[in-house]
């Protein structure tokens, strides 16, 4: 009988499920947009919606005004820079929610790695991510006359998101298969979540008993160095220390949580 050798079959393993990822990921991206005459540009298209509805309110009717120590006076693309992480998070939490119920025929009749979907759902939301960056990088060199070069880490920002969501999405998605109403409770703080992140208006504007809010939300740092990579010249330690530590704690719990609640999901689903 020949000797296995060590290794192989994790190698081996860790291939399939690469394999499995980006044919989810590629079969996720096309459904999205299946029978749209438009295609993959509606990935362009609501976050530009967003942004100019956010600008009408909060920048014309308003005139939310920023502060000095801001990366930029210019409140479209300071916006817009602090837009990108929370539609790449949000979207991937949320459609996480639901994805073991729309996969449940794999999960029950095959020997499937339910763990991957979140990943797949988050690469695939990050192709329309990707696409919406490069229109404020070619703004701020338009309208800022500036190309950060803090770019070259945006990479390392952008895994630390999908840590973050994947390991959320993971805890959503698990307690969905037993609590349906998991999705409804989602979409509600999602929303308070998002209005207790320094998005449309700067921390500055925020009164001061909502500072502990802002210090325990982990989109807070997120937004904050994603604006300093894609507009300014330089990053805050602390920001990105304090989103490396927020992402790989929720990765690292919401993985074991996962895994804990996965044993059941074949007699639930």
């Excluded at 770019?151 to 999908?162: H, Y």
């Excluded at 390991?167 to 998605?173: I, Y």
Aim: hydrophobic share 55%; charged share 10%; net charge positive.
């Amino acid at each position: 009988m020949p000797k296995r050798i060590p290794g192989t079959h994790f190698a081996r393993n860790l291939i399939e499920r690469r394999t499995l990822i980006i044919q989810l990921v590629k079969r996720d991206f096309q459904q999205r947009y299946i029978g749209s005459a438009a295609g993959w540009i509606w990935g362009l298209v609501h976050p530009l919606v967003l942004l100019g509805s956010y600008v009408f309110v909060f920048g014309i009717i308003l005139q939310t005004k920023l502060g000095a120590t801001e990366v930029t006076q210019n409140y479209p693309m300071w916006l817009f820079a602090g837009m990108l992480p929370w539609l790449l998070f949000s979207e991937t939490v949320q459609r996480s929610a639901g994805c073991l119920i729309e996969q449940s025929n794999l999960i029950t009749k095959t020997v499937f790695p339910a763990e991957i979907v979140p990943v797949s759902i988050f690469l695939s939301s990050l192709i329309s991510h990707l696409l919406a960056v490069s229109i404020v990088v070619v703004g701020a060199a338009l309208f800022l006359h500036r190309i950060s070069p803090l770019l070259v880490m945006l990479p390392v920002v952008m895994l630390l998101i999908g840590l973050l969501a994947v390991g959320v999405g993971w805890v959503a998605a698990a307690l969905q298969v037993y609590l349906r109403d998991t999705a409804q409770v989602l979409a509600v703080i999602l929303t308070l979540w998002f209005w207790a992140t320094p998005i449309l208006v700067p921390k500055d504007k925020f009164p001061p008993w909502a500072t502990a809010v802002l210090h325990a939300n982990p989109l807070s740092y997120v937004v904050d160095t994603y604006r300093d990579l894609l507009l300014g010249h330089s990053v805050s330690a602390g920001d990105l220390g304090s989103t490396a530590a927020f992402a790989i704690v929720a990765f690292v719990c919401g993985g074991l949580i996962f895994r804990y609640m996965k044993r059941g999901f074949a007699d639930v689903l």
